[in-house]
């Protein structure tokens, strides 16, 4: 197991300063040249600022300059001052959840991008992400990862590969074909469970991993005998199955599958689990992990749950509620192109989130029966890479508030927002491609902010229960919830979808806690703190805070929130038993009723530094022992680079060779064994 940390830190000022250039410039990501999508959507851009010499990234969906106009006030427009009246014990609040955790919102990474964005092997890890982890478990105790998606379907173990390369993929595959149905084949070593492990052992991360369906005539379960040895208690389950009713549609089955046949398959798997030796724990499956096509019911009408409950630890769905696959996939039979700013709107309102969670309520009554958890496995904005200027807006991250809470009131126990390359524009956080990749130059997304105030909504405690308070008079643009913690009222969470004109737009909550109307005496506190999520605009890209601080704008974050925490103080009238809370248009307040609520929230600081900067160069001679703390050429699946079958590509962005030399030496984050 690794130990400790070394920073190698080695002088620049001898490094000869050369530069180079090219007319034109393409783009190779992990599955070769990349077909640049993010302004096909039909929406007009408008430039949010670029700098010339790196314009070709917008085209790029982590990296679009595509803003969308916010949707005009409600008409009619809701009430802007409303009362809220809540109790402060538990026991007299009816319809609250079951506890939830504060780790409720987790990660989906795509099993593909593990090298891009988590680090390059066990020895070399990200250190933005890093901080970006560290800055949820600070606040919720812990982090829950997935590394899986399409692309764990065809994953192969294999003991090494060329280049200590950690993940590679089938390069025989056509990668132009625009048929979402090919998957490539995926090889892996143990090195990347490895990664795992050393990530778990700086950040309290625990992960989720999946079994290869492919094939089931030939299992292969060495994730699960691996993992089980490497990762310990760090692995929560082994997803079964990534949502097969699919299946067919991609060309992975025949068109005749059905629930039955999964049905079947599962139970092979869940045999191969029992009788292997090596798997210590066989009940920690995951499934059925449908997104649609088949309902959950369809399921549970073949006898799954009374054949494989003891099987399983977590039933599990994915969800999106939109797709954007005619944009993605022109010729893939999905109809016309929709608008993201006709979709727009469909995001600003709390109907979103109860009309995608309205299919899953039985099942979350049935989870709660047989004892299991239930989680949203994997969803975001939209499928097909999200919308540009939607999925990357201040709105996604009030829509991804709302939904997480929703969800949590609905007695899901977790959900992971998806994490892909940059070809997609709702990532929580976007490695920069490796020509570009200083540490300072990630991206984070809006619904990352979403995150840190759903775990400092839910807390530490893993006590915490969720109440939908059908806020002003139900109305779809103010919502709001409690949050009860021990027993006891500890926050108030309230969004405003509203986008601000002429002045109008924000609102005042009249809280009341306690008093006649609930039974209690009077309980409104003197005074209450509270933590703004802002924006200027539902449809702003970068100026985004979380209690005033931010992680920056488009290749600006290095994990770390800047700024100064700000957390206002709202004296109370406890004559009057309220408590006046003003929530700007747009944005979201998180009201901490005690000290003890917010003390049980806020994080301690725990950065890793970012004196760590890697660039991958093929074109020089690195020593491999400054090779092997680098992000450097991983073997057939580069980081997306600007030369075929690189991963570096400096050269042909002007970036001097001095800084590109010194990116590599100047400091690795070095896990020592």
């Given amino acids: 197991m690794f130990r400790f940390l070394a920073v190698c830190l080695l002088p620049v000022s001898s490094l000869t300063s050369l530069s180079y250039a090219l007319p034109s410039v393409t783009v190779y990501g992990p599955t070769g040249a990349e077909r640049p999508s993010g302004a096909s959507s039909g929406a007009e851009p408008s430039q949010t600022g670029s700098d010339p010499g790196t314009s070709w990234l917008n085209a790029y969906n982590a990296y679009n300059d595509v803003q969308l106009q916010p949707p005009p ?38 099993m593909s991008v593990v090298e891009q964005v988590m680090g390059k092997n066990g020895s070399f890890i990200q250190v933005s992400f890093l901080n970006l982890l ?77 079994i290869p369906m492919n094939d089931t005539s030939h299992l292969r379960l060495q994730i699960a005998e691996a993992a089980d040895a490497i990762l310990g208690d760090n692995v929560l389950g082994y997803q079964v199955g990534n949502e097969p009713d699919l299946y067919a549609n991609h060309g992975h089955r025949p068109p005749t599958y059905d629930e039955t046949d999964y049905f079947n398959e599962f139970g092979v798997v869940v045999n191969a689990v029992q009788q292997d030796s090596k798997i210590k724990n066989k009940n920690k499956l995951i499934a059925p992990s449908v997104q649609g096509q088949w309902t959950p019911e369809d399921v549970w009408d073949t006898g799954f749950l009374d054949s494989y409950g003891s099987s399983l630890d977590v039933i599990a769905m994915e969800h999106y509620p939109e797709q954007n696959c005619a944009a993605e996939f022109p010729n893939g039979g999905f109809g016309p192109i929709q608008d993201p700013q006709t979709v727009f709107p469909q995001y600003l309102t709390h109907t979103s989130g109860q009309t995608i969670v309205k299919p899953y309520l039985n099942t979350a009554s049935i989870a709660q029966q047989l004892g299991k958890e239930f989680m949203m496995f994997e969803t975001n904005t939209a499928s097909c890479g999200g919308f540009p200027g939607v999925s990357d807006s201040f709105g996604s991250a009030l829509w991804a508030v709302d939904y997480g809470l929703q969800m949590a009131y609905s007695n899901f126990t977790g959900a992971l927002l998806h994490v ?53 008079d139900g109305n779809e643009f103010t919502p709001a919830y409690a949050i009860y913690e021990e027993h006891a009222l500890a926050r108030i969470a309230l969004i405003n979808y509203m986008n601000a004109q002429d002045g109008l737009g924000s609102y005042t909550v009249s809280l009341s806690i306690g008093g006649v109307q609930t039974g209690e005496p009077n309980d409104t506190p003197a005074q209450v703190k509270v933590k703004y999520l802002l924006a200027p605009s539902v449809s702003e890209k970068d100026q985004i805070t979380w209690a005033n601080q931010t992680f920056g704008g488009r290749f600006q974050a290095d994990g770390r929130l800047s700024g100064t925490e700000l957390v206002q103080t709202i004296t109370c009238n406890q004559g009057a038993n309220t408590c006046q809370i003003p929530v700007p248009a747009p944005g979201a307040a998180l009201v901490f009723l005690s000290n003890d609520a917010q003390s049980s929230t806020d994080p301690a600081t725990m950065t890793f530094s970012t004196t760590a900067v890697t660039k991958a160069i093929e074109t020089l001679a690195i020593p491999s022992s400054a090779l092997a703390t680098s992000n450097g050429h991983s073997g057939k699946v580069p980081l997306s680079g600007t030369s075929k079958g690189s991963s570096g590509g400096a050269a042909a962005l002007g970036v001097p060779l001095s800084l590109t030399i010194a990116s590599v030496l100047m400091g690795a984050l070095l896990l020592v064994r």
Avoid: H
């Avoid at 997935?146 to 390069?171: M, S």
């Avoid at 709702?426 to 920069?432: A, L």
């Avoid at 991206?443 to 002003?472: C, H, I, K, Q, W």
């Fill in 73 to 110: 006030l409600p008409s009619p427009m809701p009430a802007t001052t409303f009362p809220i009246t809540v109790p402060s014990q538990a026991q007299n609040m009816p319809g609250l959840s079951i506890p939830q955790r504060g780790d409720f919102w987790g990660f989906s990474i795509e």
């Fill in 134 to 210: 560290a800055a949820v478990a600070e606040r919720a105790g812990s982090v829950r990862i997935r590394v899986g998606g399409n692309t764990q379907e065809t994953a192969t173990l294999v003991d090494n590969l060329p280049n200590d390369a950690i993940i590679e993929k089938d390069k025989t595959v056509d990668t132009a074909v625009t048929n979402t149905a090919q998957t490539p084949t995926l090889l892996y070593t143990p090195e990347l469970l490895y990664l795992l492990s050393n990530v778990s052992a700086l950040v309290n991360a625990k992960w989720y991993l999946g």
């Fill in 420 to 472: 892909g390359g940059q070809n997609v524009s709702y990532n929580p956080f976007t490695p920069p491609p490796t020509n570009l990749s200083l540490f300072d130059q990630w991206t984070v997304g809006p619904v990352f902010y979403s995150t840190l105030f759903m775990a400092e909504a839910l807390g530490t405690t893993n006590s915490s229960r969720v109440v939908d308070l059908f806020a002003n």
